[in-house]
């Protein structure tokens, strides 16, 4: 069992008795009506075309995430489910820009909405739960400034800033001066890179960017340097299995990186990445990395210890 959770975005864990409810009562979506239809019709539980179709899927949730009530329900039941899944401590992540764009929410009252969830949420599991503030790439760099300006104001908040998004049409040097601002701000950065494209992103990701660690990252393997530097400079990668197989990021369970990664050498954690698309919770893609990479117990628990190790630290305000 894994304990310890960095990488699942709190605006695509909604569960699907609540997306149905949300979606019968804002009348958003003509077929998508019963959790057996989130389940049967919406659901990724097989590759997709392309990761742009699955990240097209995420307007759904854009479209019922309209208040504050409705923010703190799916913040505290994310709680309430990764405690059932045996997590003690997560990072949760998620982006203003998103969460807003279709409910014009002021983004000072969805984030005290999530705060509020969180809080009702952990205090009912005993989890402990970190945010990060994700900018979304697809969205430009104004915006991109605008959530490292929202970060800095709300510093209290969040324990890292995430790049995320479509990384093939907004690549990593768009973003450099928004994150170099990040960083001196004091923030922590992760970075979604190398899963739709090649080692070469994440090199930018920790060269030009200041990554400590990347959101998915599975094509480092195909760069032996590459993942030198990664064990050498101790950079987390945040694999997403189920993640990567349904986005077709790697063709099969089969060929998928993380058993190779991690004998040689690199930090890898094992994350559900999107439970309101993919339909998994972490204890089920431990049971799927267990029979796809043949992992033992004692090598879990070691993925268990680096993910715990490498949380990013909550700093002194």
């Not at 804002?26 to 742009?52: A, Y």
């Not at 179709?53 to 949730?61: A, G, I, M």
């Not at 990668?237 to 050498?265: I, K, Q």
């Not at 893609?285 to 796809?292: H, I």
Request: net charge negative; proline share 4%.
């Amino acid at each position: 069992m894994l304990t310890t959770e960095l990488h699942r975005h709190l605006d695509a864990s909604l569960r699907p008795d609540t997306l149905a409810e949300l979606i019968r009562a804002q009348g958003v979506h003509p077929t998508l009506r019963t959790t057996e239809d989130i389940k049967e019709k919406f659901w990724i539980t097989k590759p997709m075309g392309s990761l742009k179709e699955v990240l097209d899927c995420f307007v759904l949730f854009q479209k019922v995430l309209t208040t504050e009530t409705i923010l703190e329900r799916v913040a505290r039941e994310t709680i309430e489910d990764v405690a059932r899944e045996g997590i003690k401590t997560v990072e949760l992540r998620y982006s203003p820009s998103f969460v807003s764009e279709y409910s014009q929410l002021d983004w000072r009252l969805a984030l005290g909405a999530i705060e509020r969830g969180i809080s009702m949420g952990s205090k009912a599991t005993g989890v402990q739960a970190r945010l990060i503030c994700i900018i979304s790439r697809d969205y430009g760099s104004n915006t991109a400034d605008k959530t490292v300006d929202f970060a800095v104001a709300h510093k209290e908040s969040f324990v890292a800033l995430d790049l995320a998004g479509n990384e093939v049409d907004y690549p990593n040097p768009i973003f450099a001066g928004a994150l170099r601002r990040a960083r001196d701000a004091g923030f922590s950065i992760t970075v979604h890179s190398g899963e739709a494209t090649g080692p070469e992103t994440v090199w930018q990701a920790i060269d030009e960017l200041g990554a400590q660690r990347i959101g998915h990252g599975i094509h480092s393997i195909k760069d032996p340097e590459l993942v030198k530097r990664l064990v050498r400079d101790r950079i987390h990668l945040e694999v997403c299995p189920t993640s990567n197989v349904n986005t077709r990021s790697v063709a099969s369970w089969g060929e998928h990186p993380l058993r190779r990664l991690f004998d040689a050498g690199v930090r890898v954690s094992i994350n559900t990445d999107d439970p309101g698309i993919f339909g998994v919770g972490l204890d089920e893609e431990v049971a799927r990395a267990k029979k796809a990479f043949g992992f033992s117990e004692p090598e879990l628990a070691t993925i268990n210890s680096m993910a715990f190790e490498d949380l990013f630290k909550v700093r002194e305000i």
